[in-house]
Every structure is written in structure tokens, then in C-alpha cells.
């Protein structure tokens, strides 16, 4: 995201108008889309005014301002953000609380409608022509209040994005979802849930979940507690729950930290990318440890405990969390690979392309299922145990600043280049001497780093000293006309080119959990299917080929 303050134009990326026009599709509790960093809305209709103009500043004092300014990504092209056109998106209580969520043919219509008027931003017009504030009018459209809306065409895997929007709420009254008064328009009680159903949650959640976790839902035989709170663990068909009926996800994860109905701090772990609100962790949230084990104080009743078989004994609760044996695998087609460094353009690649179903051999040609990779994490009795993640490789360039300290990279920073800027370096395409969709050997690393010495549409440099992130290393000129590389782990750098995104959900039963089969799952010697399944840290090394490492040499541990 770009800064509040930018000394150039060349430093500002994504700006805060952007986010709310793609991100906020999935952060739709207001706030950042409402108020700027001043704590100003970004534009008070009632005034006519600017959040910046309620403090005395003008538009020429915000041209490269993140707030009120937004960058074309594709060219870098510069405008003020219409604020003014759009309006602000305020809380919308219910994308979470409908009651009755609508699907067209089990599509969650209420994301589709939010998403495609959100993305409209100030194209977005009713069908006589005139323009409709995209921002303003999301939350209505996402409730299907409206007599016609046309979506706009966009490229095959891209969100919706609405051409034309008509208001209208006759329809929601003659339904009974509104109640027209004397004073105004109200909202029928019927329609409100305080609990949210799945879908609601999986409206937001089920792209960024497979695409960082491999996480699925909505199938009983992928997870145990989508089952169990569901009724699908027994033989009794009467007592299933539709999926746009259930509401398993607040089982874990319920709201009210402090006990009042209205506080929305949902309840969470201890995620192992990003630090938001480390003082919450664990607050609230049901583990497996609260809910299964029989000396739990806050036991349910429903839960199974766990049998007294070696599996579950002291020594290995002390290590290992209950998801690293429940969770063996995944299903899910997962994002692998990020790789930014082409063109500008990002390449993914899925874990189908590096890994297989077997554990050892990713070049197996079953690719039914993948492995996570494991890490310490702490758990909520603050003992770090091993815990399944997801490595998400990037493949990224930045701008070394050595800060003045050749020899010493404890106070070095690399700035990751913004997209735009590298299209404009590389023009869009591949460089020579690249000729298989990858920058890796030391000659292509160094043609880009020429490039990257360049100047953009503004006439700045792109990169005084470049840097090619990828496969935890930081390749950069050795100062003779060729490259060299070190590891940033253990240099002082703060920066990363592997992305462990935590995974804890498709909990499997213990007939398909590690150690059903007995202990050689772990301590068989030196292939076994945890500790020494194999997980990629590099996409591409000098030669093309991917590396891998062992969970074994990755974790430090020697199972005996």
C-alpha cells in the first residue's frame, strides 16, 4: 500500500482509493473505506467537502497523497482519486447478518453483487446514463436491492464488475425484507441473524483459502467438524443441515470477546504470516485441546476424547499440535509459487506443478493430494509446538539500500519495486537472454539488473542497487560484471522470499490421521512421510530445476 506521504510519484503504489475498489469486496466493515489517515471521510456529501479540505489543505496540497491520489497499476499513470464520484463504503452489517443469504446456482449472489459495484468505482452509471457512487451504493446492491444491474465484461478469473446499477427497493418491500413507513424505509427482524451463516464467511474466504491454504469446505468427508456440526457423522438424514444453512465456522471462531452481543473480535489462533492484533490470539477461540481433552473445563460434551493410545501420549502433545497428525494432507489446489520477476506480471503456479501425493516423490503423476511443510509456532499454553503450514514462494525484485554500511546488513533494507514499475522496466515481456518464463541463471539476473538500473515514465531509477529475491536468497552484483547471492535468513534483512500461510482446517479422523498405520510414520529412520517428505524452497535454481529440503533438516529435529 502506498505511504500517506510520498516524496514522488514513483514511490507511490496501491493506493487507499484502489484498496476499497478490490479489497474491501472482503473487508466490508468500513473504517479504512470510510476515513482517511486523519481520521477525515474521505468525502462528507452533507458538506461537499473532501476529508482534506475539513483541514484546511486543497487538491494540489494531495497529489501524492495515498488517500486522495490512485496510480493506474498497469501504467503508472497518475489521478486524484473520486471520492466525490464513488462516495464511501460505509459497514455493511449485512454482508455478515442476512439471514437468508441468495445463490443462483450455488453462487453467493450478495459477494457477486458487492464485488461488481465496488470494482465499478466511478464508471459505474444507472442504465439512463447517469452516474451512481459505486462505493456508497455496495452495500444495497449486495442485498439485490435493485431493479436491474449489468455486469461489464472482464478477463476470464477476474471478479465481476457491474456496468450499470438501478437502485430499487420496491422489490425488497413487496418481499417483506423491507418495511416501508411513514419516515422512512425499514429492515424486517427476519432478516437479520445474529449468528452468520457459512456462507457468509466462505463468501470472502473461500479464494484467498485455497489459494493460500488448499482449505475446501461445504464436504463432510474433508472435514470432521463441518460434519459433526452438521449431522452428517451419523446415519440419520433428518438431521442434516443444509450448507446455506450452516453455521460450524462460529463454532471455533464465535464473536463477543467480551461478552456483549456487539463486539465483532472474532475469535482467532495464532496465524504464522502477519502480526494484526497479536494481542488477541487464542482470546475467545476453541481449540482442539478446550474442546476434546477430558480435563478440559470447557470440554463439549460432543467431542470426542481422544483414545489413551501411544499416539496421544504427554511426550507427543508436547510437541507435536493435534492439527500436524489431523490435517496429513490436503486436496486443495493451492498457490505454490508467486512469481513476480518476468515480466511485472505475476506467474503462479500451483502445487500440482512441484508437488504429488507422494511424499517423497513429487514427481509422482498422482496429484490427488499435497503435503504442508511443518513449523514451531506457539499454541495457546504458549509452548511451541509443530504446526502444519503452506510455503508460498515469491520470486521478487527490490532496491538494496545498505544504508551507508557496506559489510554490515543488520540495518539494510530491500524495497520490493512496485509492479508498474517493473512492467515499464521490462516493457512486458521477457528479456533476453530469457527464454522459459523464469529469471534464474546468473546471465539473466544480470540482463535484468540492467534494466533495473533504468528509469521510469517519471524519469527516476528504478533500482539503484537491484536485488532478485527468490529461494531465500538475495542475488545481487558482485561488483564484476556478474552475480553472487547470500541467504537473507540470519543476515539482519528484513525481507522474505517464502511465505508460511498457517493451515489447521480439513481436520481428518484418527482412521486417516499420522500413526494409524503405526509409528514408522515418523520414527521409520530415514524416510518417512512426515519428517522426510521433501518441500520446495526454490522454483528454479541456476539450472531450472526446483530444490527441495526435508522437514527433518527444516525443523532441526532428529525423531530418532
Not at 38 to 58: C, I, S, V
Request: glycine fraction near 10%; hydrophobic fraction near 35%.
Amino acid at each position: 500500500m502506498a505511504g500517506k506521504t510520498n516524496p514522488n510519484e514513483s514511490a507511490i503504489d496501491k493506493t487507499s482509493f484502489w484498496w476499497v475498489g478490490l479489497c474491501s469486496i472482503c473487508h466490508p466493515g468500513g473504517g479504512p473505506s470510510e476515513f482517511d489517515r486523519d481520521g477525515q471521510l474521505y468525502y462528507d456529501p452533507a458538506t461537499a467537502q473532501f476529508g482534506y479540505e475539513k483541514l484546511g489543505r486543497t487538491a494540489g496540497d494531495v497529489t501524492l497523497d495515498g488517500d486522495y491520489a490512485e496510480i493506474n497499476t498497469s501504467t503508472g499513470a497518475l489521478r486524484s482519486a473520486p471520492w466525490n464520484v464513488t462516495g464511501v463504503a460505509e459497514a455493511d452489517c449485512m454482508f455478515c447478518h442476512r439471514a437468508t443469504p441468495s445463490f443462483v446456482d450455488g453462487k453467493n449472489m450478495n459477494w457477486i453483487w458487492r464485488t461488481a459495484s465496488l470494482r465499478a468505482k466511478d464508471k459505474l452509471t444507472n442504465s439512463g446514463g447517469d452516474s451512481v457512487p459505486a462505493y456508497a451504493s455496495a452495500a444495497t446492491a449486495a442485498q439485490g436491492w435493485f431493479s436491474g444491474l449489468t455486469l461489464a465484461d472482464t478477463p476470464a478469473g477476474k471478479p465481476p464488475m457491474a456496468a450499470t446499477l438501478d437502485i430499487d427497493y420496491g422489490g425488497a418491500v413487496a418481499a417483506g425484507e423491507i418495511t416501508a413507513g411513514t419516515d422512512g424505509l425499514y429492515l424486517s427482524p427476519d432478516m437479520i441473524t445474529g449468528q452468520p451463516n457459512d456462507m457468509a464467511c466462505w463468501g470472502c474466504h473461500f479464494t484467498p483459502d485455497l489459494k493460500k491454504r488448499g482449505r475446501t469446505w461445504f464436504d463432510p468427508s474433508a472435514d470432521v467438524h463441518y460434519a459433526g456440526f452438521n449431522g452428517y457423522s451419523d446415519t440419520d438424514p433428518a438431521n442434516d443441515v443444509a450448507p446455506t444453512a450452516s453455521k460450524a465456522c462460529t463454532q471455533c471462531h464465535p464473536a463477543g470477546m467480551d461478552g456483549t452481543a456487539l463486539n465483532h473480535n472474532i475469535g482467532k489462533g495464532n496465524a504464522t504470516l502477519g502480526s494484526v492484533r497479536n494481542d488477541t490470539d487464542y482470546v475467545a477461540f476453541r481449540t482442539c485441546a478446550e474442546c476434546h481433552l477430558a480435563d478440559s473445563p470447557n470440554r463439549d460434551p460432543n467431542a470426542p476424547v481422544p483414545p489413551a493410545v501411544e499416539t496421544h501420549n504427554a511426550t507427543h502433545r508436547g510437541v507435536l499440535s493435534c492439527e500436524a497428525c489431523h490435517v496429513p494432507y490436503k486436496t486443495g489446489e493451492a498457490d505454490l509459487v508467486v512469481d513476480n520477476a518476468v515480466t511485472g506480471v505475476t506467474v503462479g503456479y500451483k502445487v500440482t506443478s512441484f508437488l504429488s501425493a507422494d511424499p517423497l516423490d513429487p514427481t509422482n503423476p498422482d496429484k490427488s493430494r499435497w503435503y504442508p511443510s511443518f513449523v514451531w509456532k506457539g499454541d495457546v499454553d504458549g509452548v511451541q509446538r509443530i504446526f502444519p503450514v503452506k510455503l508460498l514462494l515469491s520470486v521478487w525484485w527490490g532496491d538494496w539500500d545498505e544504508n551507508g554500511t557496506p559489510g554490515d546488513t543488520t540495518d539494510d533494507v530491500i524495497a520490493p519495486l512496485a509492479l508498474w514499475r517493473v512492467r515499464q522496466a521490462t516493457g512486458g515481456a521477457a528479456l533476453p537472454p530469457v527464454t522459459d518464463n523464469t529469471v534464474n541463471t546468473p546471465e539473466e539476473i544480470a540482463a535484468y539488473m540492467v534494466a533495473m538500473r533504468g528509469n521510469d515514465s517519471y524519469g527516476r531509477q528504478f533500482a539503484a542497487n537491484p536485488v532478485l529475491l527468490k529461494g531465500g536468497l538475495v542475488w545481487h552484483d558482485d561488483g564484476m560484471g556478474g552475480v553472487a547471492s547470500f541467504p537473507y535468513e540470519g543476515s539482519g534483512i528484513h525481507t522474505e522470499s517464502s511465505h508460511p500461510f498457517s493451515i489447521n482446517h480439513n481436520v481428518l479422523p484418527s482412521s486417516e490421521a499420522w500413526g494409524v498405520s503405526g509409528c514408522t510414520d515418523c520414527h521409520g529412520g530415514a524416510d518417512t512421510p512426515v519428517f522426510d517428505r521433501l518441500v520446495l524452497i526454490d522454483p528454479f535454481d541456476e539450472t531450472g530445476a526446483p530444490v527441495y529440503e526435508t522437514v527433518r533438516d527444516m525443523l532441526g529435529i532428529d525423531p530418532w
